[in-house]
């Protein structure tokens, strides 16, 4: 997902008698379906483990403008640039939403701005991966906000309210992306024999990273437990692929495209789609900073901070200046 | 008439058109998440801008063509916007100032457009001016505060402001395609916009605690075609590339 692998603090679901009498009511008000807001009592390590999920989040959406991004200046028409232009924009919104429900758990958004460029905290993989033809601008928003949105859609009942709340108004933005962007593959796809391959070139290469999107199998993890005892995870990472594949097979069908995959089959027993597995030596490389582009990606976030460093100081001197006139008016 | 009239809205278009493409090339690098939505916010407008102006310029020519084709498939001769647009952003600052010059002549034009004589160019000029005023509040706001901000950003806004003047005075010479235009009672006369537009940048660059080069020295040739810099070639080779490497798909 948009925030993928993140560490649950603590060692694993605590046992009822081993919870203080303020655990015990706050895991009560989960179970009741309550939403937890910023000034209500919690536990340090749910505090701990939302911030990495959500900072983690914030960070994919400012990281994600970067491949949409890379093709804004190409975009073959003038409506077409403004539709990816509206939707990389959308994004970097959903950066502010997050960053703001991180905020109200304590901690800034130039604080987590700099763990990131630390290389303190991640980002999704799969913006790591390049983009290379006009194709990735309709299989980026099909895909890959299409399986951001399978997560979110699950995020808009998580435990704490302001996430909840973001989850919500993001989740119809992503939904207008994903339809965006399937729209620009149906164009693709029925368009001139250049343009149909430029198509199955996209779905093929973004295929496996989108499904390492939902991070590894942790069913059997105690993190996972505890993150999903706390309703901060709603789903296991494998329930969620599988929906994802579900639902996009079928596209993929009405596309007129080739499967990416040989062995996905119909299973008529699991009622489901079988699949192959994504390489998970190469998301765990990703991940470690050696995908394609994480060094390119890394490198322009940290160039936009450090040049933009003399404009958020001016302005912030104009700001103060301001402020003291108006005091010494007074 | 209608040859002119086509060269005019060429001219609006193809601005707004440069513009929004080089504003567009900010996004995902600007200094703070709020700054990006703001360039993209004008860069959208602007070429929404361009779609109509580009459109109305091809319905005028009657040659079957349509906007797109108009962006994607002129070479550099036939553009017709102001040189001050088509420079490289360089740093924030410089993107900002130029934008601010540029809001401010757009205003000014875009007010007196909505009287056209023809209907059509008021109305795209009445739709167009809304979003023009809050640009320039925008890109006012900008420039005083990183005029007035720290001793580096009073610095770089002052040597953005001498780079970018001497591409200022063009917005101001007429030729024969603007003689058309007044005469037809399409356009101001453009030097009739100065005297509004000195008074509107003097008040802002002044609150900015900077100065305006005094040099009246103008480029020309952007608007007319008979010359623009390099630059506006290599823009061209990524803004049409698909459109020149597969011509007759539909995207
Ligand atoms: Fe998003
Ligand atoms: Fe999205």
Known sequence: ?330 | MDASLFQYLLRLGDNTLVLGHRGSEWCGHAPVLEEDIALANTALDLIGQTQLWLGLAAEVEGKGRDADQLAMQRDIWDFRNLLLVELPNGDFGRTLMRQFLFDAWQVINLGRLMNSSNPRVAEIAAKASKEAAYHVERSADTVVGLGDGTEESHVRMQAALEYLWPYVGEMFLGDEVDAAMVAAGIAPDPASLRAEYDALIGRVIKTATLEIPDSSFAHKGGKTGAFHTEHLGHMLCSMQWLQRAYPGASW
Request: glycine share 6%.
């Open chain 1, 1 to 330: 997902m948009y925030a993928q692998m993140v560490k649950t603090a603590g060692s694993g679901v605590k046992d009822r008698d081993e919870m203080s009498e303020q655990e015990q009511d706050f895991q009560d008000r989960i179970d009741r379906g309550e939403k937890i807001e910023p000034k209500d009592w919690m536990p340090d390590n749910y505090r701990i483990t939302l911030i990495r999920q959500i900072g983690q989040h914030a960070h994919s959406e400012v990281v994600g403008q970067l491949p949409e991004g890379n093709w804004i200046t190409r975009a073959p028409t003038l409506e077409r640039k403004a539709i990816l232009l509206a939707k990389v924009q959308d994004e970097a919104g959903h950066g502010l939403y997050l960053y703001g429900a991180a905020e109200t758990l304590g901690v800034s958004r130039d604080e987590i701005t700099e763990d990131l460029l630390a290389g303190r905290m991640k980002y999704s993989s799969i913006f790591n991966y390049p983009t290379l033809n006009w194709a990735d601008m309709g299989a980026v928003g099909w895909l890959v906000d299409g399986a951001a949105i399978i997560n979110q859609v699950a995020l808009q009942r998580t435990s704490y309210g302001p996430y909840a709340r973001a989850m919500v108004r993001i989740c119809k933005e992503e939904s207008f992306h994903a339809r965006q962007g399937y729209h620009i593959m149906m164009k693709m796809a029925s368009g001139t024999p250049e343009q149909k391959a430029m198509a199955q070139d996209a779905l093929n290469r973004l295929w496996y990273p989108v499904l390492m999107m939902f991070g590894p199998s942790d069913k059997e993890s105690v993190h996972t437990a505890q993150s999903m005892a706390w309703k901060i995870k709603m789903d296991t990472n494998d329930e969620l692929r599988q929906k994802f594949v579900d639902q996009t097979v079928q596209q993929i069908e009405y596309l007129g495209l080739e499967l990416p995959d040989p062995n996905i089959k119909w299973n008529d027993e699991t009622k489901q789609y079988d699949y192959s597995d994504p390489d998970w030596t190469e998301f765990f490389d990703v991940i470690k900073g050696n995908g394609p582009c994480n060094v390119d990606r890394m490198a322009a976030r940290n160039k936009a901070w450090d040049d933009g460093k003399w404009v958020r100081d001016g302005l912030m001197a104009h700001a103060e200046k301001k402020a003291a006139a108006k005091v010494a008016a007074q």
